[in-house]
């Protein structure tokens, strides 16, 4: 399974560090030991499908954690069923440089 996760956390972060709350959220991610890749404007991740759950719900929560007083995370997932489907360098191996 992959996903890819925007996080909207109000605020993004402090002063110091403007976009500490979102930063929360992708350690949360690189500490469940998948795949991921950061991006501009979201993050993927590619794993087992609990194992996938599971890093989302914990860096939806590491926002809340770090600081944000909301968060709204949006989520985009695929999954083929009978086997692993296509992944991150499948869709995106191509366009890379």
Excluded: C
Excluded at 3 to 22: D, F, H, I, K, M
Excluded at 80 to 86: E, F, I, K, Y
């Amino acid at each position: 399974m992959i996903a890819e996760l925007q996080v909207l956390p109000r605020p993004a972060g402090t002063e110091a560090v403007p976009y500490a709350n979102v930063e929360a959220a992708i350690a949360a991610l690189g500490a469940s030991g998948l795949r991921v890749e950061v991006g501009a404007l979201g993050t993927t991740i590619e794993g087992a499908p609990d194992a996938v759950w599971a890093a989302l719900r914990a860096a939806h929560e590491a926002t809340l954690a770090s600081g944000a007083d909301s968060v709204v995370s949006i989520i985009k997932l695929a999954e083929s069923a009978g086997d692993a489907g296509p992944g991150i360098d499948d869709l995106a191996g191509p366009f890379r440089d």
